[in-house]
């Protein structure tokens, strides 16, 4: 679910509403739990791993756009 937050990042709402229903629909497939407190709990669990991946996602991008494109104006502006 990290690397899924990585992958979606960027749209953050889809990956966090999917992944809670993509991580407790994989246990049941797997046979790995069938009550539905656990499922429950693996939802929460699969949305919180997801924002891991969705907080990273988001961190690269405004590391990214704070210093490439923020320089890039202020030399546009100093050059004026």
Wanted: hydrophobic share 50%.
């Amino acid at each position: 679910m990290i690397v899924y937050g990585l992958l979606l990042g960027r749209w953050w709402r889809f990956t966090l509403i999917t992944a809670a229903a993509i991580w407790p629909t994989y246990l049941l497939v797997t046979g790995e739990t069938n009550a539905t407190g656990p499922l429950l709990l693996a939802a929460a669990w699969g949305a919180l791993t997801a924002a891991v991946g969705v907080a990273v996602h988001q961190g690269i991008l405004w590391l990214f756009r704070r210093s490439g494109r923020g320089e890039r104006k202020t030399r546009q502006n100093a050059s004026r």
